[in-house]
């Protein structure tokens, strides 16, 4: 049997798994809403739930499925944090009153993720374990304990925990420290987004599937969203496309506003009793390695997921592409029982200039939203939310945690995913030296 090409939607291991959307609609001719929003991700959703539950009534027009961009690829785990900013950077950069509301929204937003799934009935695997990002270099210990400490005074929940604790949580003495996001865990990422839309529906959002939104242009006082098979008008539109290049016809110019950096996913069949060897705690594991990061995590049926740096050949197989994960199995764990990879797949992280969430301000009545730098379960969430309530306060930028930004173009934002596949993985995995000695027996 070939292969799925492992950049499409059923490579992954979460539509096997998850149930179709049903309650999509067929776009034909014309029609009204006071909100328009392209794009049925995490923020685009949420957005569409709490607009929704306003009174508003807004349609969102999808390419595919909900989820079917970068929300249904992810690696399924979400954590209350930035890719490479901290609290104390994010306001310096922001200004302190809008760089504390936007901490404080990713604080929030890492607890709204759960709480929309309870009061929904979501059935999505969710697992409130808490999340440890570890490190094998003791030199990091201070700089770990001033963002656990950063993160805590803005009302978060992050544990530093020394080696001893890393050991009891991974099973593995090569870490040297880590934290511990107690407001953190794992779920189904399409089997959230699916969630998500049928809350929407609920609430009474239209949700408009298997068409792609093909243009945007001026209607009166308003605007008119085009697709191949008709138009929606609306005072207000959100672009909420980021992970994906219909930006360009959407809005000629926004899609150089972030590049996009191709992340491999491997699945293995069910193994429980090599993720309990593996996360003896039930805590999911990532580190602060960049050059050569490290994820794992168990699902209820005990398949361990991982997230890795891109193969440069997209055709390789599951077990290939799984071998750099294995040799760093290795070196945390000494001799790893074999696993069976089952799935691969590729998905997108898009990355903004400013590397914050935010809000793009197009035109008066028109945003774009993204920024979330490969967290986005709890941020989109949570920047969703925040843009119904700046609608719902007539645009008030003050009911509003997200910051509204003007474009900002990023420079060869094209060469940057063929360097990371063909450059930069290569060579993280190769020049990669971590775990290689027990950090509690160096001077």
């Not at 390419?63 to 992810?74: L, Q, T, Y």
């Not at 400490?149 to 870490?175: K, L, M, P, Y």
């Not at 959100?238 to 959407?250: H, M, Q, V």
């Not at 809005?251 to 060897?277: D, K, N, Q, T, Y």
Request: glycine residues 10%.
């Amino acid at each position: 049997m070939a292969r799925p090409d492992p950049r499409s939607l059923s490579a992954a291991l979460w539509p096997h798994r998850t149930p179709a959307f049903e309650r999509g609609l067929s776009l034909r001719g014309q029609g009204n809403a006071d909100v328009v929003i392209v794009g049925a991700g995490y923020s685009g959703l949420s957005a569409a739930l709490h607009l929704a539950e306003l009174g508003y009534e807004v349609a969102v027009i999808e390419a595919d499925r909900p989820g079917g961009g970068a929300s249904g690829r992810n690696a399924a785990g979400w954590i209350p944090t930035y890719l490479d900013r901290t609290p104390d950077n994010v306001e310096g950069f922001l200004g302190e009153a809008a760089g504390r509301a936007l901490n404080r929204m990713i604080v929030d937003g890492a607890r709204l993720v759960p709480a929309l799934i309870e009061a929904q009935g979501m059935a999505v695997d969710m697992r409130r374990s808490g999340i440890l990002v570890a490190s094998g270099a003791p030199k990091e210990a201070s700089d770990m304990r001033t963002l656990a400490a950063s993160w805590n005074a803005r009302g978060g929940h992050v544990d530093f925990v020394d080696h001893a604790e890393v050991r009891r949580i991974t099973g593995s003495c090569r870490f040297s420290q880590g934290l511990l996001y107690r407001d953190a865990g794992t779920l189904d990422p399409l089997a959230y987004a699916t969630g998500l839309a049928e809350a929407a529906c609920d609430a009474g959002a239209a949700i408009y599937c298997g068409q792609p939104a093909t243009g945007v242009e001026r209607d009166g006082q308003g605007w008119r969203v085009r697709t191949p098979a008709g138009a929606l008008a609306a005072s207000h539109i959100l672009i909420a496309t980021e992970g994906y290049e219909a930006n360009a016809t959407l809005w000629p110019g926004l899609e150089r506003c972030c590049f996009h950096v191709p992340m491999a996913m491997i699945a293995s069949e069910p193994a429980p009793e090599v993720a309990a060897w593996m996360m003896p705690a039930g805590i999911p594991v990532s580190d602060t390695n960049k050059s050569n990061p490290f994820w794992s995590m168990a699902d209820a049926d005990g398949r361990i997921v991982a997230s890795l740096l891109p193969p440069r050949r997209y055709g390789a197989s599951a077990a290939e592409v799984a071998r750099p994960y294995e040799a760093k199995l290795r070196r945390l764990y000494g001799d790893v029982p074999a696993l069976r990879w089952s799935h691969f797949w590729i998905g997108k992280v898009p990355i903004s200039a400013e590397r914050v969430p935010r809000l793009l301000s197009l035109a008066p009545g028109v945003h774009a939203i993204g920024g979330f730098s490969g967290q986005g379960i709890g941020a989109a969430t949570a920047a969703g939310r925040e843009y119904a309530r700046l609608i719902n306060a007539d645009g008030d930028p003050g009911a509003c945690r997200l910051p509204i930004l003007e474009p900002r173009p990023l420079p060869m934002r094209r060469a940057i995913p063929f360097l990371v596949r063909h450059v930069v993985a290569p060579l993280g995995r190769v020049t990669d030296r971590s775990y290689r000695r027990n950090p509690s027996q160096e001077n």
